[in-house]
């Protein structure tokens, strides 16, 4: 069995989870299930990210100590995760004690890439991040995502020497050595990557003290991404235990909007260690709300949950991973959401389900069980290995409405009424089979409805008592 490994960005701690937060999570659960549906080993990593300056902000404006701040939302998120029926194997919070003393492991090992020097310049919190001059000009000093201005920073700061990586690196995204998805943002990171000064990688503590000591030095704290990124190896007990069986990543899963921290500062950090690049960084786009960026201001934030308990979690895994292209912004509103479920969940698959199972039922068919991976087409997992997710479904999806058009056309009631019993049979097996053959492909995108479709046709045939997904 290969082995392969597969993370998700861990959120801040800061707020409550949105319907953002579920992209990378449903997106790298499908990735690792389709994996082990596939005959491979896999580790699949979520966690939580508890440090820095927005979330000792946060726990300050609400008078709470920070530590239990973080507990408490933790709690939420770990919740919310596994609402989601996310697979994940690892789980790291950036407050556990083993993490915080792999992170200074981490930091020792980079040594001879660190410098201490003075940082004079701008930083967004809502970011965390450190802002360039030129960016500084573009946006006339305001965040265009926070709509904050960039606070100015004059500090002595450790400082990672990325130019010590860039032609490395360089070259490893130009090669494809580590794949960088969609291919437009490869370009947005390559010159990216020119512009890019040496990063700062560390706070005094009399500006920030919650974050990891940096080691030997306890006048600083470690930056929040230095911290934050290396979970993806500390999980998997870097550097106290041998990770090689499992690193490099097989793919990581991003939004764009912190693509560039993937792409630049964590190569350059696992070059810096000498462990290999990530084979894949896949990097999804925003879910939009009502054609808007989400956030609490304009007071569009879309609950996850309120989502989720309306029809379930796989209507909602089933928008997301397929009306949510994989790699673009798109738009969540409730009428699409509610369309989604009635016309096709409901109506194509659910009515298919009851509809052939009924059938299959009354006429004694009986079938094994038998969902087997060989089961899977060349063409739907030509688009799973290159992370299309979206299309991939669209496809499972058209094969789901054939069925429907084949029942529809072939008529096995009226076999059964002219008493053509072999042909009847015949008909109805191939049916049921071929829907055993859709239903593989749907099990990494909706794991649940796909079990309850395989129990409806494993042996005897039992025709759900209570539709699929329900009308309102
Ligand atoms: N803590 C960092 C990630 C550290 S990874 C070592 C962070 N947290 S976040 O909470 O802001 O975002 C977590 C993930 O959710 C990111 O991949 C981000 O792109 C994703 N999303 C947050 N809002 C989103 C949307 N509206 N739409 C899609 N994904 C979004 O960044």
């Known amino acids: 069995m ?38 491979n080993e896999v580790r699949f990593q979520a966690g939580t990210d508890e440090h820095g300056s927005k979330i000792a902000q946060k726990a300050d ?53 660190i410098y201490l020097a003075k940082y004079e310049g701008w930083y967004c919190t809502g970011c965390e991040r450190f802002i360039t001059d030129k960016e500084y000009a573009e946006n006339d000093g305001i965040c265009p ?9 004059k500090e002595e700061n450790y400082y990672l020497r990325l130019s010590d990586f860039k032609d490395d690196l360089r070259k490893a995204i130009e090669s494809g050595e580590m794949l960088i998805l969609p291919d437009f943002r490869k370009k947005e990171i390559l010159k990216l990557l020119e512009e890019s000064p040496d990063v700062s990688i560390s706070r005094p503590v009399t500006q920030l ?49 912190i693509l560039r921290f993937h792409a630049i500062i964590w190569p350059a950090m696992l070059l810096g260690m000498g462990l290999s690049l990530p084979k894949v960084l896949v990097s999804h786009g925003m879910v939009l709300a009502d054609g808007q960026k989400m956030s609490k201001s304009i007071g569009n934030v879309v609950d996850p949950n309120e989502v989720i308990d309306k029809h379930g979690i796989d209507a909602f895994r089933y928008y997301f991973l397929r009306h949510i292209d994989t790699f673009d912004d798109s738009d969540f509103t409730w009428t699409k959401f509610e369309d989604a479920y009635n016309n096709e969940l409901a109506n194509d698959l659910g009515n298919l389900v009851q509809r052939l199972a009924t059938l299959a039922a009354k006429n004694g068919i009986k079938i094994g069980n038998d969902t087997n991976v060989s089961k899977l087409s060349p063409e739907y997992c030509e688009l799973m290995d290159k992370f299309e997710f979206s299309k991939a479904f669209d496809y499972v999806w058209e094969k789901v409405q054939g069925l429907n058009k084949r029942i529809d056309d072939e008529k096995p009631w009226e076999l059964a009424k002219n008493g053509e019993t072999e042909k009847l049979e015949k008909c109805l097996t191939s049916l049921v089979l071929d829907l055993l053959q859709v239903n593989a492909e749907l099990s990494p995108l ?21 539709p699929l997904f329900p009308k309102n």
Not at 14 to 31: E, F, T
Not at 145 to 153: A, I, R, T
Request: aromatic share 12%; hydrophobic share 35%.
């Open 209 to 257: 003290k919650w974050g990891v000591p940096v080691p030997d030095d306890p006048s600083q704290v470690m930056y929040v991404w230095v911290d934050a990124l290396s979970n993806y190896i500390t999980v998997l007990g870097y550097p106290e235990e041998d990770i090689s069986d499992w690193w490099p990543a097989t793919a990581q899963f991003v939004g764009k909007d």
């Open 145 to 153: 995502d926070h709509l904050k201005p960039y606070e100015k920073l």
């Open 61 to 113: 404006e609400l008078g709470v100590e920070v530590q239990n701040f973080v507990d408490e939302k933790a709690k939420t998120f770990k919740d919310f995760i596994a609402k989601l029926n996310v697979s994940y194997t690892d789980y790291v919070r950036t407050t556990d004690e083993w993490h915080e003393r792999r992170v200074q492991e981490i930091w020792r090992k980079l040594k001879d890439h």
């Open 2 to 39: 290969t082995k392969k490994y597969i993370t998700t960005a861990i959120p801040y701690m800061n707020g409550n989870p949105h319907i953002g937060h579920a992209m990378d999570y449903c997106l790298a659960d499908v990735c690792a299930r389709y994996l082990a549906l596939t005959g």
């Open 446 to 466: 909706i794991p649940g409805t796909s079990e309850k479709i395989a129990s409806v046709f494993a042996g005897e045939i039992n025709p759900p008592k209570t």
